[in-house]
């Protein structure tokens, strides 16, 4: 069993920063990719960015490509989602999820946080 929090989220003015961090614990000896979704009001969830265990693969959605980097570091279980120039389309609510790949699809990740709401006014 993995357990994921995220934290990082908040109120932010659209042009502005901010750092999400989803911190795990629980079984971490296993060689997860992790993965960022996110779900606005009456939307479905949809893939934000997802790396490797490793780090040398990142793949982003086409919306956050730019402006997004997920990074991690394996050192402290800590995946990080570094989110500039925001947009107000950029509100929802972000969650962290692990997966044994880098995949896009949320069916492939099996365990997720309870999620971090942004908020980007305009």
């Known amino acids: 069993q993995v357990q994921l929090v995220e934290s990082g989220g908040g109120l932010v003015q659209a042009g502005g920063s901010l750092r999400l961090s989803c911190a795990a614990s629980g079984r971490t000896s296993g060689k997860y990719a992790m993965g960022w979704f996110r779900q606005a009001p009456g939307k479905e969830r949809d893939f934000v960015a997802a790396?490797?265990?490793?780090?040398?693969?990142?793949i982003y959605a086409d919306s956050v490509k730019g402006r997004f980097t997920i990074s991690r570091d394996n050192a402290k279980n800590t995946v990080y989602l570094q989110m500039n120039n925001l947009k107000p389309e950029d509100t929802a609510i972000y969650y962290c999820a692990s997966s044994s790949g880098v995949y896009r699809v949320t069916t492939a990740y099996k365990y997720w946080g309870q999620g971090t709401q942004v908020t980007v006014s305009s």
């Open positions: 790396i490797s265990w490793s780090g040398s693969t990142t």
